[in-house]
């Protein structure tokens, strides 16, 4: 059974950082690709980045415009935990943050989500 447990969210005011966690149990994160989905009220769900085992075996990462340059996807193999660096944090970015595996068979399994909420 999969589980995908996220946290780390909180409010923060404009131009602050958080760091969430993605606490992965029953996939290797080192074996697919992880990604962090965020949904703002009112909106869909939508990719904000991703992160794999590139060509030459380094981590290989992707990001949606709206933040690149401002956010950093990582994870720790050893852990088996995804993270998301999230700095100049904009009103925009206030959404529940969830993560999940972008391949192989366990793509249908969802967190429950951090809500994350920028506001001063």
């Known amino acids: 059974q999969v589980q995908l447990v996220e946290s780390g969210g909180g409010l923060v005011q404009p131009g602050g950082s958080l760091r969430l966690s993605c606490t992965v149990r029953g996939i290797m994160i080192s074996l697919y690709t992880m990604a962090w989905y965020r949904q703002a009220p009112g909106r869909q769900r939508g990719l904000v980045a991703t992160i794999t085992t590139g060509d030459s075996r380094d981590d290989s990462r992707n990001y949606v415009d709206s933040v690149k340059g401002r956010f950093i996807i990582s994870r720790d193999i050893a852990k088996n935990m995804v993270y998301l660096q999230m700095n100049s944090l904009k009103p925009e970015d206030t959404a529940v943050y969830y993560c999940?595996?972008?391949?192989?068979?366990?793509?249908?399994?969802w967190g429950e989500g951090t809500q994350v909420t920028v506001s001063s």
């Open positions: 999940k595996s972008d391949s192989g068979w366990a793509t249908r399994y």
